[in-house]
Structure formats: C-alpha cells, structure tokens
C-alpha cells in the first residue's frame, strides 16, 4: 500500500506520518509538503531514515504537478492534511487559506480522480477537517456529525467549503471518500503560534500572556497522538462517504486552561507558586471568536472502538515536560532557523 500524507511536515501532519510509518512498516508512506512557516521536517528528524519513508516538497494548489505527482506515484490513498491552519491568520489573510484550503483540496480530488478513474476498489482519499465548521456553541449541547454547517471565521470557511467539495466528489463521481472534524489538538511540534505553546514558550521567556476578551471561551482538547491514533482507525475501518467526529470530552475555559499551565510551568522552572500567572494580559477580543466548541465522538467510539488515551492533566503536563526538553526545536521555530533545515537535508 502506498499512501500519501498531505502537510506531514506540520503540527498533526508529523504525528500521522510517524504513527504510520512506525504502525505499518510494510506500507510506503509519502509526505506532500509545501514547507510553509507551519511546516518543518524537523518534526520528523526521529523518523526520516526510515526505509519506508519518502518527503516531496510541493505545492497543492499547483494542478498540474499534483495531477503528474499521482501519475507517477500511484498512491492508493491519501490522507489530506496540509492547509493553512491559523485562525488569526485568516483574519489577516483570507485569500490564502481560500488558495490552499480550497483550491489545494480540489487539485488533490482531480488528481486521485484521475488516477483511479479505472476502479475505485480499495482506494480512498480521507479529508482531515475540523470541528470549526459547525460554528459556535452556547453553553450546552456537543456538535455530532448532523449538526449543520455554519463558520464563522475565514478559516473554519475554507474547511468547511473543502469538506463539501470533498463530499460532492462522492456524491457525483462516487470517488471512495471520509471526513474527520476534530476538536482543538495538543502535544509536541505544534507551532508556537497556538494557544498552547505559544503561552509555554512566553512564560519561559517571561513575556506577556496575551488572552483574548475575558478568556471565557470553551475549547475542547484532545492530545495530538490519539488524533493520529483516531485517523489511523478511520483510515482503516471507516466507511466510504462517511463522517467521523473525534473530540476528547474535555471541555476548558481558556483562562482556567491557562492557570492550569501556569501552575505547572511554575513547578517546572521552580518559580514561586502564581509567579507565570502575572504574566497573563487580558487584550482586544478576536473578530468573530467562536464561544465554545465541544464534540460528541459517540460515533467514533461505537462504531469504530476508539477512545482517547489520555486524561488532560497527565498530557498537558507530558506536552510542557517535552517542549521544555526540547529548547532547541522552539528557539528553531521562533527564530526561523528550521527553515534551513530543508536546504541542510534535501538542498
Ligand atoms: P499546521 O499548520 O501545523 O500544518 C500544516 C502543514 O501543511 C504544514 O506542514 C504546511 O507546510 C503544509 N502546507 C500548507 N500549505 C501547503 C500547500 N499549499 N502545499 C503543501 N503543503 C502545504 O496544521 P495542523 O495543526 O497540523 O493541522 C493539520 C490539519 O488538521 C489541517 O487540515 C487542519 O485544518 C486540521 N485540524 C487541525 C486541528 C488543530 O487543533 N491544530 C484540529 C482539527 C483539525
Ligand atoms: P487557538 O490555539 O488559536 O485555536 P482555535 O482558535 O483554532 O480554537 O486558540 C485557542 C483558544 O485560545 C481560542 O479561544 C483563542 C484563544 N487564544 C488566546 O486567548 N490568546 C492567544 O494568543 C491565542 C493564540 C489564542
């Protein structure tokens, strides 16, 4: 089996590529990566020599080398990742994520389309998406895989257009399809321009914690190695055409997140007990920002027997123990350094 993984060079993108190769030893796994700013293969340094490992630096919105990438390779399925993944960001810049996360979807469509044109058996192109899509909840009830759609920021716009385009594609061509909408993701490699690590590497620098309206909004979070173990059994055992929400019942305010975080980066450093805790700065809201986003992954669960491993606590604790193990990777991101990384190993 051949199988090609979109953005493996990002944040989820990494876990799943690993988790795969390291799962699957006799299967071929490909990683299609632009190598944005998101993206840095030193994500991957543990896992890259592996025999069953290749890296294709490209670009999904470009339809012509997507279409003669998969003539070429042959894939037998695809596990679509790669995307432009910031929220603020899309505020700032909407058209690119319209360009990536919509044009790049729609490229990738044409080509498996094209390529398994002959017979759809045993094939399957799976669209790794988001709870944002459903919009915002009040403070009650969980998004299930009938809540309807409705986005609010330029980016939860994008995904949502590509799941629906991805959908069309097995209503119309009948091409062998799934969807997964996830909750907000946390572990290691995750850029430090989200919530999480972003605050980690503030405090470890003593800089202001900067927490949007009153830190009353709801996230519910799940540790980024059960996102890949959770695609892993989709990949498997979904059923084409279906949906698949994935969440880890774990609901947090933000602010008591952040408190969280902050007590267990004081212990860490061994600074007195509310020391990071000063840190935080309460600023101007985010345009748009979502309430609250929980899932019910009963589904999942059910249908398919995967839950997650993880209580919060033990694996917040374990994403601080490793991005405080791993100075060097954050000191690369925030200094652009991993850029270079790509021309040092493939150049
Ligand atoms: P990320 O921003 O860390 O990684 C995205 C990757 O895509 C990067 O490696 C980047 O280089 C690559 N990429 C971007 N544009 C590209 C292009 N034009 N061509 C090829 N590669 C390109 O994102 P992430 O947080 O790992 O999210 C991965 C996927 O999971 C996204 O589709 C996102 O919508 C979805 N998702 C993320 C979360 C979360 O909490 N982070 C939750 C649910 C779903
Ligand atoms: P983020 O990690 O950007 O994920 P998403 O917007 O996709 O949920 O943000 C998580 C929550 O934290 C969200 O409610 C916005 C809030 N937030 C802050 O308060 N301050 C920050 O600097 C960031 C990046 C996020």
């Not at 390779?73 to 690119?96: C, G, K, M, N, Q």
């Not at 895989?145 to 209503?171: C, G, I, L, Q």
């Not at 399809?177 to 490699?189: A, D, K, L, P, T």
Request: with cysteine.
């Amino acid at each position: 089996m051949h199988i090609l993984i979109t953005g493996g060079a990002g944040f989820i993108g990494s876990h799943v590529v690993r988790h795969f190769i390291t799962a699957y030893p006799q299967y071929t796994v490909t990683n299609l990566d632009d190598l944005t700013y998101a993206g840095n293969l030193e994500n991957l340094r543990d896992v890259e020599g592996s025999s069953n490992y290749r890296f294709v630096k490209g670009d999904i919105t470009e339809r012509d080398a997507m279409l003669s990438l998969f003539e070429t390779e042959r894939f037998d399925r695809v596990i679509h990742l790669a995307a432009e993944s910031h929220v603020d960001r899309s505020i700032a810049s909407p058209t690119e994520f319209v360009m990536t996360n919509v044009i790049g979807t729609v490229n990738l469509l044409n080509a498996a389309r094209s390529l398994w044109k002959e017979s759809f058996s045993g094939k399957l192109f799976y669209h790794v998406s988001t709870d944002e899509v459903y919009g915002a909840l009040g403070s009650e009830g969980a998004f299930t895989e009938e809540t309807p759609y409705d986005p609010h920021s330029p980016y939860s716009a994008s995904k949502a257009s590509s799941d629906h385009f991805v959908r069309a594609y097995h209503d119309t061509y009948g091409l062998p399809v799934v969807i997964s909408n996830c909750s907000n993701n946390y572990g290691s490699y995750q850029f430090p321009e989200k919530l999480i690590p972003l605050f980690i590497n503030n405090i470890r620098h003593n800089k202001p914690l900067p927490v949007y309206g009153k830190g009353e909004n709801v996230r519910d979070w799940l540790w980024v190695v059960d996102h890949a173990r959770a695609i892993d059994v989709i990949c498997h055992n979904g059923k084409p055409g279906e949906t698949y929400n994935i969440g880890g019942q774990n609901e947090w305010r933000n602010i008591e997140l952040i408190r969280l975080l902050c007590g267990i980066m004081d212990r860490k450093l061994g600074r007195a007990e509310g020391e990071s805790e000063k840190l935080i700065t309460y600023v101007t809201d985010r345009a748009g920002h979502d309430f609250r986003y929980a899932i019910d992954s009963s589904k999942l669960q059910e249908e398919l027997g995967w839950s997650p491993s993880l209580q919060f606590e033990e694996g917040l604790e374990k994403t601080v123990d490793w991005y405080l193990d791993n100075q060097d990777w954050l000191d690369h991101v925030t200094s652009g350094e991993y850029q270079r990384y790509y021309e040092k190993m493939y150049g």
